[in-house]
């Protein structure tokens, strides 16, 4: 568990749909963009690796917030978008 | 955001050309196709035969037009297919078969 | 043609015959499965948001572990993705999507409403939430922040809405039955 709440984070700027087939669980309007660490949800088996029936390690979810505002150019000021996303799709800042 | 372009189509979180489009509110009933697609996914998971996420990729590997144009349930029901056939759980001549005779 | 192309309806009939004549899937299974998931009804998450109206300890079990909330209600969650309850207050507003399927509370709500599925909801409500809440006429003061929450990963999420004014000595069975599918996902708000 590399995260606490309140933790800045970025999502990796990555773009594995356009390598060959994958199964990704961040969305890509998340890609290389900024966000806070609300809570650990728990670790579970990675989906990416179940969807291809391949041995799935455990990998530790968090609620991750973002404010609209950095995400889209007509974002609402103080809205935000909560997602869950996989520690190995996060980084430092 | 010239790298939006990589999205897999099911990826349609603030995707442009559906910010305009309305939302259909009513209710529409499951028909006893879309019932028994959602049983028979459910039977097929809880027996371990496929998994959540398996059928989630194969609906995700829909081409973008026909991921459109398919009902929800249409789209289940061509996964449910694929992975089948993938695990070798049937074959495309069994099914082939079957689709003459029923 | 690719098989895995023929029509849905042809599909399902021919994997029904093909799973019962190898014994893998009955018909008695996939009846009883759909018996199962139609107890499921919003009218479950209902009553859990009119007890968590009506009793604090309660409230504070459904905010920190959903899915205990849901079994104290003899809701089964046995084999059921962990349940998570956003809580509506005069400063947050919640709205559930999921952009990437459709992923939704079924064990507590049942089947997701057809709007919830649509390429509209799942693109609009992370980018416009507000225009999409006035397709449901709701509208929220300028005041209150959306959070909305984009059902990704192994947590399915509800909403328990604010207690409407004007309710204060009803019982939970009139509390239950002002609580509608929409408001536990987000779009509408419970009035009387």
Known sequence: MRFSSGDTVMVRDDWPEARGPVHIRTPHYLRGHKGRILRYLGHYPNPEDLAFARPAAERSLYHVAFAMQELWPDGGKDDEVIVEIYEHWLDQP | ?102 | MNVIEADGEALLAALRKLLADKNLVTQAEVAERMAATDNASPGQGAKMVARAWTDVEYKALMLEDGTKAAEAMHIPMRGMPPLGVLENTDAVHNLVVCTLCSCYPRAVLGYPPFWYKSAAYRARAVRDPRGLLAEFRTTLPETVKIHVVDSTADYRWMVLPQRPAGTEDWSVEQLAAIVREGDMVGVTIPSI
């Open chain 2, 1 to 102: 955001m010239a790298h939006y372009t990589k999205r897999s189509p099911h990826d349609l979180g603030g995707v442009a050309k559906f910010m305009c489009e309305a939302v259909d509110i009513e209710p529409h009933a499951l028909t006893a196709f879309d019932r028994e697609v959602d049983a028979l996914s459910g039977v097929l998971r809880a027996k371990q035969m496929m998994t959540v996420d398996e059928m989630r990729r194969g609906i995700e590997a829909i081409p973008e037009a026909e991921y459109h144009r398919l009902s929800y349930y249409r789209r289940w029901i061509r996964s449910v297919a694929d992975n089948l056939l993938r695990k070798g759980i049937i074959t495309e001549a069994e099914l082939r078969t079957a689709l003459e005779e029923t």
